[in-house]
């Protein structure tokens, strides 16, 4: 298990994290992608965008982990925000990311 580097608004953040639920979150990534694409389609083409389900991933390892985006409030894919937890014991960080950038943070590590 390596370490994989979150890069916030403000900050960074690095944990221990398995290369099978790296895979798992990006096939999330994946379909809230799809549903942001939709929206945006929808909104060009004059009509009401159809609500699309919200993305919450968690896993658990050495410590919780987060990943939620309601993609309802954002135009679209380039604006949207995710929002971060991390939490052990005797910590918990909660901040926001960028998709995009947690796209390419999540690239990176897989092919590190």
Known sequence: MSQF??????GSISFNFSMSAAEKLKQEI???MESLKEIAIQAKSGGKPTPKKVMEYQHTGDVFFEVFCNPNIYGNPFSAKMLITVRDDRLRLTS???LTRLIEDLDQYLNQ
């Open 5 to 10: 580097t979150v890069n916030l608004l403000q």
């Open 30 to 32: 994946a379909l809230l």
């Open 96 to 98: 926001e990311a960028e």
